[in-house]
Nanobody, 110 residues
């Protein structure tokens, strides 16, 4: 399985981005999907996760601003990011079961 993350880019503080992560083939619905982010020189941190039942979990720093969702029919995971802050600047990675996407850069700057 290959995962293709996209949607990153440069956005001003307070702006929004939506990151899709498309799987190359059908992903069984009973897997956990998640988004991580990585700052330079740091380990990847969990941003948000969603179970097959739709339960979600978020890092405290993004609660109320980010929303994770999944569309099993399209084999795609999403991360809607609103009210972006400069500290959200990082490379964002999707993870579905044990597979990782290649990462997409998000830069929040005026």
């Amino acid at each position: 399985v290959q995962l293709q993350a996209s949607g990153g880019g440069l956005v001003q503080p307070g702006g929004s981005l939506r990151l899709p992560c498309a799987a190359s083939e059908r992903i069984f619905s009973n897997v956990v999907m998640a988004w991580y982010r990585q700052y330079p020189g740091k380990l990847r941190d969990l941003v948000a996760a969603i179970t097959s039942g739709g339960s979600t979990d978020y890092a405290d720093s993004v609660k109320g601003r980010f929303t994770i969702s999944r569309d099993n029919t399209k084999n795609t995971l999403y991360l809607q990011m609103n009210s972006l802050k400069p500290e959200d600047t990082a490379i964002y990675y999707c993870k579905i079961s044990s597979w990782w996407g290649q990462g997409t850069q998000v830069t929040v700057s005026s």
